[in-house]
C-alpha cells in the first residue's frame, strides 16, 4: 500500500445523506466495526465493494480490503477473518451467491458470525444482471447441502438498508451465525435522504469469548449454553475450528448423539432469538380484508397499492416481511388467519409457498417476472378483483 | 507473415464481425476478435465466459458473428469446451473450438479449470484477450492488471504483480503458447492460423494484450497508439513457444537490446490510470517488466 494516501478518515459518517443503498450497507458495515472486507465484482453489489475500497484501509482503526480470485475465495477469506474476532462481510449477486453455498455451510456448521449480503438479481444464471428480482428467497434457506437456518433480513429503502446491516451484524456476532440481507437491484441505486445517527446511539454486539461468555443484546442475556463463547485464533486459547460433525470443544465426534445435539442446538440458537430480529410492517391491516403480503422493493409498490385501494374505499393493507428466516409464522397466523391474501413478489413463486405452508388457506399471487418491481397498478386490479 | 494487403482482402471477405455490435469506442478485444475469426475461417465453435464480449457480441436479436457462441457461467469455459471438443474429436471435425475470455475468466475465477484442461491437452484453442481488469463491471483490479494501475479497487495503484498466465502455461508444457497484441493483427492473424491448423488437437494458449479506452482511461483516438507503445518500450513483448522453445516474434526482436526501446512515459501518459500514481510503484512495475525480460531471455534461442 502506497503510505502517502493513508490520511484517517472518520469511521462514522454521522448526520443525513443523500445516497443508494448499497452505499448505505457499505456505511453500516464500517459504522459497525467491519474489519474484513473480501468480495468479487458482480453486478449490481460491485458498488458496495467499491465503496469500501475507498474507505476501509483508510478510516481510523483500518480494516483489510481484499479483491479475491472468486466468490469461493471471498466467501471463505471471510470466514479466516472472522475467526480472528475480527468482523467480517461480503457482498455479492445472484451467481456469485450460488458460488459461496459451500462456504455458507462451513459457516453455519463451524458458528462463525459473518455477514453476506446479496443484492438480487434477475436469474438464473446470468439472468437479468442489471434488472431486479426476488428469486433467492428459497436458496438463501437451501442454498447449501444440509440442514441449516441462516438469519435472512430484506431492507425495502436506503434507510433500512443501513439499519438492517447493522442489525445483521448484531445478529451474527450474538447468536455466531452468518447472516443474510436481501437486497435487490433497485435499492442498490436507488438514492435517498437516510441518516447515520450517532456512533453511541445504537447498540453494536460483540461475539463471546471464554473470557467474557455473557453477553446481553437488546437488553437479552444470550444463553451460553446455546451460543457457544468463541475461541478464536490468535488468542491465548487454542482454536479448533471444523467441517465435521464436532463436539462443544471443536473437536471432531462423528457419533450420533453429538450430531443430534449439535443440530438440534444449531436450529435452537436462531429460533430462541428469533424475536430479537426485525419486526414486520403492519401497515392498515387492522381492519383490512385483503392484506397484501411482500418484501423488500417490491413492498414499495405494494404500498402505494393499498393506499391508492383505500381511497377507493376497499379495505386493503400491506404485510410487510422485514425477517424473512426464520418465517415469522406465529406473527402470520395471528395476523392474518382468515384474511384475503395476495403475495407480491419478482419471483415465480418462493415467498407464497412459506405463505400458504403456515396460513393453511388458499392464497392469491402475482410473481412478476419482468425485470421491475409489479406496477402499482396491477397490484391495486388484484386488490380490487378486477383481472 | 501475412501481408497487410492479402488480411485487408481475407477479412473483406470474411465479414467476421457485422454490425449491431455494442463495443465502446475505439474497443480492442473487438478488433481482436475479428481477426481471430477471420485466421479461422469462421470454422469455430466459441465459448465465452462472463465477460466484455458477452455483452458486446450482439444488441437486441441476434449477434454480429458467423460462428455458433456458447456463453457459459464465469468460471467453467474450459470445461464446456473440453466437452464440446472430446465429442468433435470422435466424429474427426477439423472445427476448432475456441474458449474466447478475459482476463478475470482466465486468471482469477476461471483459473483451475484452465489449469485442467491444459493438464488433459484438450483439443481447445483458449485465447485470452487481455484488458487488465474487469473492464465489463467498470475496471476492477484482477489478477492480469499490471502494478501501479489505478481501478476502483485499488484507488492509488495495484501493489502486486500482475500474473502472466502464459509462463505458467508453459510451465504446464502447453505445445503452443504465444502472447500477440490487437496493435499488431498481422502478427496475431498468423499466431492464430498456427495454432489453429499446425496443433490442432492439442491444448493451445494465446494471449492478446487489448487496451480499454474507458478502463485504461486513454481518449479513444490514441488506443492503437498505446497497444503499439506497449511493445515499443518494452512492456509487451510478443513471443510464441512451440513445444517448449521460445522465440521472440519479429516485431518485438529489436526490443530486445534495451537501448531501442522507448522511454516508458510515453505509454504511461496517455493513459489515465497511471496518473498521480506513486513514483516508486511505476518503478517497480518497470522492474517487474525487466524481471519478465529476464525470464524471457534464459529462455530464447
Known amino acids: 500500500m502506497s503510505e502517502n494516501k493513508l490520511v484517517e478518515e472518520p469511521r462514522v459518517l454521522a448526520g443525513p445523506q443523500f445516497n443508494s443503498g448499497n452505499f448505505a450497507v457499505a456505511e453500516a458495515a464500517l459504522f459497525a466495526g467491519l474489519h474484513g472486507y473480501f468480495g468479487y465484482p458482480i453486478t449490481p453489489s460491485t458498488t458496495i465493494m467499491e465503496r469500501l475500497a475507498s474507505r476501509l484501509p483508510y478510516v481510523e482503526k483500518p480494516g483489510a480490503f481484499l479483491q479475491a480470485e472468486d466468490e469461493i475465495a471471498s466467501i471463505t477469506a471471510v470466514i479466516g477473518c472472522s475467526w480472528t474476532r475480527n468482523k467480517a462481510m461480503t457482498a455479492t449477486s445472484g451467481p456469485g451467491f450460488s458460488l459461496m453455498q459451500e462456504g455458507i455451510g462451513l459457516a453455519t456448521f463451524t458458528e462463525t458470525p459473518l455477514v453476506v449480503v446479496n443484492v438480487m438479481r434477475g436469474g438464473p444464471s446470468t439472468g437479468l444482471p442489471t434488472f431486479p428480482a426476488q428469486q433467492e428467497l428459497m436458496q438463501a434457506h437451501f442454498g447449501s447441502h444440509g440442514d441449516y437456518m441462516v438469519p435472512t433480513f430484506a431492507p425495502n429503502n436506503v434507510q433500512e438498508c443501513f439499519d438492517l446491516t447493522i442489525e445483521a451484524f448484531n445478529a451474527s456476532e450474538a447468536l455466531r451465525t452468518p447472516v443474510f440481507v436481501l437486497t435487490d437491484q433497485i435499492l442498490s441505486t436507488l438514492k435517498e435522504r437516510f441518516l447515520i445517527p450517532k456512533k453511541e446511539n445504537i447498540e453494536l454486539v460483540n461475539r463471546s469469548s471464554p473470557d467474557n461468555p455473557h453477553i446481553t443484546w437488546k437488553g437479552e442475556t444470550i444463553s451460553s449454553n446455546l451460543v457457544l463463547p468463541m475461541n478464536c485464533f490468535g488468542e491465548e486459547s487454542k482454536a479448533f475450528a471444523t467441517g465435521l460433525s464436532h463436539d462443544d470443544t471443536g473437536h471432531v465426534d462423528l457419533s450420533a448423539d453429538t450430531y443430534e445435539l449439535l443440530m438440534n442446538r444449531l436450529k435452537e440458537k436462531i429460533l430462541t432469538y428469533q424475536h430479537l430480529f426485525p419486526k414486520p410492517e403492519k401497515y392498515l391491516i387492522d381492519d383490512a380484508d385483503t392484506v397484501v403480503v411482500a418484501y423488500g422493493s417490491t413492498a414499495r409498490s405494494a404500498k402505494y397499492a393499498v393506499n391508492s385501494a383505500r381511497k377507493k374505499g376497499i379495505k386493503a393493507g400491506l404485510y410487510r416481511l422485514r425477517t424473512i428466516w426464520p418465517f415469522p409464522k406465529d406473527d402470520i397466523i395471528q395476523s392474518l388467519r382468515g384474511k384475503r391474501i395476495i403475495v407480491v413478489e419478482m419471483s415465480s413463486g418462493q415467498l407464497i409457498w412459506p405463505v400458504e405452508r403456515y396460513l393453511k388457506q388458499d392464497v392469491e399471487h402475482i410473481g412478476y417476472l419482468r425485470g421491475s418491481v409489479p406496477p402499482p397498478s396491477l397490484i391495486r386490479k388484484k386488490i380490487e378483483g378486477v383481472n | ?301
Open chain 2, 1 to 301: 507473415m501475412v501481408k497487410t494487403k492479402e488480411l485487408v482482402q481475407i477479412e473483406t471477405e470474411i465479414h467476421a464481425i457485422e454490425k449491431g455490435n455494442l463495443a465502446c469506442p475505439g474497443c480492442q478485444l473487438n478488433l481482436a476478435f475479428k481477426h481471430s475469426l477471420a485466421a479461422l475461417n469462421n470454422n469455430a465453435i466459441v465459448v465465452i465466459p462472463a465477460c466484455c464480449t458477452s455483452v458486446i457480441q450482439g444488441a437486441g436479436k441476434g449477434y454480429g458473428m458467423h460462428v455458433p457462441i456458447f456463453n457459459t457461467a464465469f468460471a467453467s469455459a474450459p470445461p464446456v469446451a473440453s466437452g464440446i471438443a472430446r465429442k468433435l474429436k470422435l466424429e474427426n471435425k477439423d472445427t476448432q473450438v475456441i474458449v474466447w475470455a478475459g482476463d478475470g475468466g482466465t486468471s482469477d475465477i476461471g483459473f483451475a479449470s484452465l489449469s485442467g484442461a491444459a493438464e488433459r491437452n484438450e483439443d481447445i484453442l483458449y485465447i485470452m484477450y487481455n484488458n487488465q481488469g474487469y473492464q465489463n463491471t467498470g475496471n476492477q483490479k484482477s489478477g492480469a492488471t499490471p502494478r501501479g494501475a489505478k481501478t476502483t479497487t485499488t484507488m492509488t495503484g495495484k501493489t502486486s504483480k500482475s500474473k502472466n498466465i502464459a509462463r505458467i502455461l508453459l510451465a504446464q508444457d502447453v505445445p503452443y503458447v504465444a502472447t500477440a497484441n490487437a496493435a499488431y493483427p498481422q502478427d496475431l492473424f498468423d499466431k492464430i492460423s498456427k495454432a489453429a491448423k499446425e496443433f490442432k488437437g492439442n491444448f493451445r494458449y494465446i494471449e492478446i494484450y487489448s487496451p480499454c479506452p474507458p478502463g485504461w482511461n486513454i481518449d479513444s483516438r490514441n488506443i492503437v497508439k498505446v497497444g503499439k507503445l506497449a511493445n515499443e518500450t518494452g512492456i509487451w513483448p510478443l513471443w510464441e513457444s512451440i513445444n517448449g522453445e521460445v522465440t521472440l516474434s519479429k516485431v518485438s526482436r529489436r526490443y530486445l537490446e534495451k537501448t531501442n526501446r522507448k522511454d516508458p512515459f510515453e505509454f504511461f501518459k496517455l493513459q489515465g490510470r497511471f496518473s498521480g500514481v506513486d513514483n516508486d510503484l511505476i518503478q517497480q512495475f518497470m522492474e517487474d517488466v525487466e524481471f519478465e525480460w529476464k525470464w524471457l531471455k534464459k529462455y530464447l534461442k
